[in-house]
C-alpha cells in the first residue's frame, strides 16, 4: 500500500476559523488529490495537484485552497470554515497513469459549528 | 459524481452472488475502477477494466462494454465482511471521477 497520511484525523472548530489539513505520502507519486466525502455524493474532488508548486481545481474547490511546496506534503485549507464545509476529507495520492489506482489516506473528519 | 450511476444500497444474503450495476459517459473513457469502503475507512481498490469484457479477481469480478458505459461488479461467495460501500469510479487523464457508491449489506 502507498504510504499516505493525514492529519489530524478529527478535527472541530467554530465557523469563521481558518483549517489546515495536512496529507503526507511516501510514495514519490506525481500526482495528489483532496476529496471531500458526504452523504449522497460520494467523493468529490475539491484540488489536485500535478507537480511541486502545480495545482489546479476540482469541482467543488469554492472555499478552499491547497498548497504543495514538496513532492511529499499536500495541504487544503479553509481560509474561513462555514458549516457546509463540515465533511469527511480524504487525501489521495497516484501516477496518473490510467491503469494505475489511487491511493488514499485515512481520512480526517472535520465538524465546523 | 458525474454522470456515474449506481444504485445507492443492495442487500444479498451470506453464501450468495451479487451484482452491482454502473452506468458512465462514454465520452472521454480511459478506464473504471471499482473501489470498496468499509464503514469509516479509506477506499480501497478492487478491479480495473480498460477493454470489453470480464475481469476475475478471485471472489470478485468486474465487466466492462465500453459501447453500452455500462459496467458491473460480481461478488461471489459471499461473507459477512463484504458489507461496504462499492464505488464505481470513472479514469479521465489523471483524475478520477467516482460515483456516490452502493452500499451493500449482507444477511446472514
Known amino acids: 500500500d502507498a504510504g499516505i497520511t493525514q492529519s489530524p484525523r478529527h478535527k472541530v472548530t467554530e465557523t469563521g476559523t481558518p483549517v489546515t489539513l495536512r496529507c503526507h505520502q511516501t510514495?514519490?507519486?506525481?500526482?495528489m488529490y483532496w476529496y471531500r466525502q458526504d452523504p449522497g455524493h460520494g467523493l468529490r474532488l475539491i484540488h489536485y495537484?500535478?507537480?511541486?508548486?502545480?495545482?489546479d481545481k476540482g469541482e467543488v474547490s469554492d472555499g478552499y485552497s491547497v498548497s504543495r511546496s514538496k513532492t511529499e506534503d499536500f495541504l487544503l485549507t479553509l481560509e474561513s470554515a462555514t458549516s457546509s464545509q463540515t465533511s469527511v476529507y480524504f487525501c489521495?495520492?497516484?501516477?496518473?497513469?490510467?491503469?494505475?489506482?489511487?491511493?488514499f489516506g485515512d481520512g480526517t473528519r472535520l465538524s465546523i459549528l | 459524481g458525474q454522470n456515474i450511476d449506481q444504485p445507492t444500497e443492495m442487500t444479498a444474503t451470506e453464501g450468495a452472488i451479487v451484482q452491482i450495476n454502473c452506468t458512465y459517459q462514454?465520452?472521454?473513457?480511459?478506464?473504471l475502477f471499482w473501489y470498496q469502503q468499509h464503514a469509516g475507512e479509506a477506499p480501497t481498490f478492487l478491479s480495473y477494466?480498460?477493454?470489453?469484457g470480464l475481469e476475475e479477481k478471485g471472489r470478485f469480478s468486474s465487466f466492462l462494454s465500453r459501447s453500452k458505459g455500462y459496467s458491473y461488479l460480481l461478488l461471489k461467495e459471499l461473507q459477512m465482511k463484504d458489507s461496504a460501500s462499492y464505488l464505481c469510479?470513472?479514469?479521465?487523464?489523471?483524475?478520477?471521477?467516482f460515483g456516490a457508491g452502493t452500499r451493500l449489506f449482507v444477511k446472514a
Open positions: 462514454t465520452s472521454g473513457f480511459n478506464g
Open positions: 510514495e514519490n507519486h506525481r500526482y
Open positions: 495537484s500535478y507537480g511541486v508548486k502545480d495545482t
Open positions: 489521495a495520492s497516484g501516477t496518473g497513469d490510467f491503469n494505475q489506482p489511487q491511493h
Open positions: 469510479a470513472e479514469f479521465k487523464g489523471f483524475k478520477t471521477i
Open positions: 477494466n480498460v477493454l470489453d
